[in-house]
């Protein structure tokens, strides 16, 4: 089984909606981490969180929030979707060694 | 602003050749990291290399670091097909919070 997890793996919405994607971990990780990825640009990040009580903002966080239910679960949602928030997203997860283990990622189109 | 940037955007190469990708950054670091995406797909890591170290070595890869330069190199050696990805440099500027800042990333495709 993978170790991170993302729920739903396509996603077709309408402006206006409010969607949620969802991450879930088996690593037990503390850190965890989303980012969006459009064409020809690397990774940005959204939000992250460092445990359950500890959630920051991004590069990017206008027009998201995040929720971290538990210490393997951290979803990410758009309160109102708009067309340029098409992309590709991310999940990732860290522990003390640095190196981020990433989800198979959410392909999300805002019609 | 993306603190680092690949170069080149894009390389073709055939099998058996090497491929060097290069990346630089703007700010200090903590360390610098490689990461490997298949189309599409979630990205997996390669190496990592701390800012107080100059090469590594893992397996057909070699990562170099030059501080004074802010800037990275990625060597692949003896490439095969199934390098063919695209490769991207993050940074680690966060003071070992592990939040990393990704480049745009090069595509490297290798032909049979």
């Known amino acids: 089984d993978a170790d991170v997890t993302q729920t739903p793996r396509n996603r077709i919405t309408k402006t206006g909606k409010r969607i949620m994607l969802e991450c879930s971990q088996t690593k037990g990780h503390d850190r965890m981490y989303w980012y969006r990825q459009d064409p020809g640009l690397g990774l940005r990040l959204i939000y992250y969180?460092?445990?359950?009580?500890?959630?920051n903002k991004g590069e990017i966080s206008d027009g998201y929030s995040v929720s971290r239910q538990a210490q393997a679960k951290f979803s990410l949602s758009l309160e109102s979707a708009i067309p340029n928030q098409t992309a590709l997203y991310f999940c990732?997860?860290?522990?003390?060694?640095?190196?981020?283990?990433f989800g198979p990622g959410t392909r999300l189109l805002v019609l | 602003s993306q603190q680092g940037e690949e170069d080149p955007q894009a390389l073709s190469i055939q099998e058996g050749e090497n491929a060097t990708m290069n990346c630089s950054y703007k700010?200090?670091?903590?360390?610098l990291q490689w990461y490997r995406q298949n189309s599409g797909r979630g990205l997996v890591h390669l190496i990592l290399?701390?800012?107080?170290?100059r090469e590594k070595h893992s397996g057909r890869l070699r990562v170099t670091l030059d501080t004074s330069k802010k800037s990275s190199s990625l060597l692949i050696t003896a490439s095969r097909a199934a390098d063919t990805a695209s490769y991207f440099c993050?940074?680690?500027?966060?003071?070992?919070?592990?939040?990393?800042?990704f480049g745009a990333g090069t595509r490297l495709a290798v032909h049979p």
């Open positions: 969180s460092f445990d359950v009580k500890d959630i």
């Open positions: 290399i701390r800012s107080n170290e």
């Open positions: 700010t200090s670091i903590n360390n």
């Open positions: 990732a997860t860290s522990g003390l060694a640095e190196t981020q283990y």
């Open positions: 993050a940074t680690d500027v966060s003071g070992g919070y592990n939040k990393l800042i």
